[in-house]
């Protein structure tokens, strides 16, 4: 009994980089990503690699898939630590931790997550041209956190527990104040 193990077509790097750029431009993000994870797999040490990474990223980030964005970004950095293209990856990262934060009744570790690598992005690459929009993220977080708190501290007021509810609160002026 023998299988027959169908072999992949080699395509030239080129031509999937550029195809999957036209796929990006007419917003086909996912089958992008699978010609791009092509080029990777085909062509692992070729110039377009890098690149391919980046595109990677971009593309999971507008099919919002927030876990591939970070798993592609986390990817990336490790792979190419001082890449131009480092800010943008960060940006990315830290976005979509921001994007997947709901509300202060959940686990703020998403929040948590966003603050941490966006402030990474803030504080060593102050000139890039993410850094604003990074630093309105990381305020925003940071009240999601300071909600979270006022919460819990509402729910112990409302329980008879004012030492506790007065603790949280104390957190919130002390941590959050903006």
């Not at 898939?65 to 990315?92: C, G, H, T």
Request: cysteine-free.
């Amino acid at each position: 009994f023998q299988t027959k193990i169908e072999e992949e077509e080699i395509i030239p790097p080129d031509t999937l980089y550029n195809e999957a750029l036209e796929l990006m431009d007419k917003q086909r993000y996912g089958t992008a990503i699978q010609s791009l994870e092509k080029l990777e797999r085909q062509h692992p040490y070729s110039q377009y690699n890098e690149k391919a990474k980046v595109m990677i990223v971009y593309g999971n980030f507008r099919l919002g898939r927030n876990e591939q964005v970070i798993l592609a970004a986390d990817r990336y950095i490790a792979l190419f630590p001082s890449s131009q293209d480092v800010p943008y990856i960060l940006y990315m990262k830290g976005a979509a931790y921001y994007r997947q934060i709901k509300d202060i009744t959940r686990d703020q570790q998403l929040a948590r997550d966003a603050i941490d690598t966006l402030q990474i992005l803030v504080g060593t690459y102050p000139q890039s041209k993410y850094t604003e929009e990074a630093a309105q993220m990381i305020a925003l977080s940071y009240d999601q956190l300071a909600g979270k708190e006022m919460s819990v501290g509402r729910y112990y007021l409302g329980n008879g527990q004012p030492a506790a509810a007065a603790n949280r609160f104390r957190t919130v002026v002390e941590r959050y104040q903006t």
